[in-house]
């Protein structure tokens, strides 16, 4: 099997070219990837294509023509069907290619997708991110990679263009695993967050002088340093859509269950995030929980 | 009213040499403030009277001799003794003293001890503060100051010798409104930390490993970094008490029920804490709560 994912050496194929994917996607043509693309908008692929990058018309064509298929996708349907569905990756990928699903998705699919590719001579890994639109601009995101170690180690050279800080976490759904934690921890924190400016505003205070009290101590956070803020202005722009934070948090609650873990915040967390989709809040960033406090 | 507070011309008293006070004392000690001490347990001052401070019999005598007197105690009735028991602070004190409570109490009381202050020519801060034992041992503390604006520059040159952050934060009970600001972010995020851990290990994943991947990223917390490895090694020696965390959020939670403020997140801590208390676990760290999902 060729193993040689060098830029010299390699093409690449991209499916998913949203705001992660196409900031992700055009890191790999500026280090020198031969670079083909698939995307269900294709006017999203425009930039790209002016840059260089090659156009597929379908998922089957890019696994026909890359060594390594990355896709970034929306939910853990659209990976099903970009892998297993007629026309997918697993069916038209040649022996020894790389499929890297950096999708937030299911560790259970995750574990199949491995699955399957072996039975075909492929070789699939997990390998969620998290950072956002910023970290995926700046090539600073963190990959936390699930699959055979020895194929982590082959698909590094691609890996590293993309993230700062990739992280071998185990077997085949161990990145899925790992990057579940990151929404467990971020979930209960935004409430946390959400009931200091609350309390805050409440009380008489002013936000901004507090969060210079709190901010840089034991209450201290990545998202009270970077959300909070922005509640204050009343800006609820999407960072992290809370469409996507909620699709998460019902993987990570599913997972729970079959593992016997009684996750309390996370369900309150969960349920407080799923009145926020019925209030029409389903595009707006993660940190407009505080509408659920005013 | 005398003002100068400077080690030059003023002779501190301190009430309360706990693990946070016998620190913060020592720091004005050696800043050169003339300093007198009292505490329940005379023991704990043993160490700073070697080192000069000298030894008053009672609150009543610190209060007839300071200039400035510190409070550092453990629960709001505690507090509402040493300032308006028989012997008393606010009965003792000569005009134009000030009365610096630094526990984390409520905002409630901090009120009503700056209006009798007010009625006695006194001159009333809170002043809680956060950083711990840690924090106080390096005079790192962060300081959230609540009073007459006046008398929060005048008590600078004091606060500072113990605090790195020293923030004034509005009118009287503004210092303890912070606080509870601080505890309420801290109280959700720990489930999260909890949660995260505990999902993390029943999926099979390597804790430290994954801490690799998130604690930088948006997951990202002083709690995350700074308790979670203790939770891996399984020390659950205190750093902070869950009792004072306990007592922390009784207070967040009636001043969040007064102003109509549904804090969920923060319930649910303390429901979580609260079963911890009654398996016993009152003397371990807040990190403990680990164990409400072991």
Not at 17 to 38: E, I, Q, T
Not at 84 to 95: I, Q, W
Not at 234 to 256: C, N, R, T, W
């Amino acid at each position: 099997m060729r193993t040689d994912l060098s830029p010299e050496g390699a093409t690449v194929g991209f499916i998913g070219l949203g705001v992660m994917g196409g900031s992700m996607a055009g890191h790999l043509l500026r280090a020198g990837y031969r670079l083909c693309v698939y995307n269900r908008t294709k006017a999203k692929a425009d930039k790209l294509l002016e840059q260089g990058a090659e156009w597929c018309d379908s998922p089957a064509e890019v696994a026909r023509r890359a060594d390594a298929v990355i896709t970034m996708l929306g939910f853990p349907r659209d990976v099903e069907e970009v892998y297993f569905g007629p026309g997918g990756l697993l069916e038209n990928a040649r022996p020894g290619t790389f499929l890297i699903d950096m999708t937030t998705s299911s560790p259970d699919l995750a574990v199949r997708i491995h699955e399957e590719a072996k039975r075909r001579r492929l070789r699939a890994l997990d390998a969620p991110v998290s950072g956002g639109d910023v970290g995926a601009r700046e090539a600073k995101l963190s990959i936390m990679v699930g699959g055979d170690f020895e194929d982590y180690e082959a698909a590094l050279p691609i890996l590293r263009v993309m993230g700062t800080n990739v992280v071998y976490q185990g077997a085949a759904g161990a990145g899925q695993h790992t990057k579940m934690c990151n929404q467990i921890a971020i979930a209960s924190n935004m409430m946390g967050v959400c009931e200091a400016l609350a309390y805050a505003r409440k009380a008489g205070l002013d936000p901004e002088t507090v969060l210079k009290s709190i901010a840089g101590g034991a209450a201290g956070s990545w998202s009270l340093s970077n959300l909070a803020p922005r509640i204050i202005r009343g800006d609820f722009s999407p960072g992290f859509y809370v469409k996507h934070f909620v699709k998460d948090m019902d993987i990570a609650l599913q997972e729970a269950e079959r593992m016997g873990l009684d996750a309390h915040g996370l369900k309150l967390a969960r349920t407080l995030y799923g009145r926020l989709m019925e209030q029409g809040e389903e595009n707006s960033g993660t940190q407009a929980l505080y509408k659920q406090y005013e």
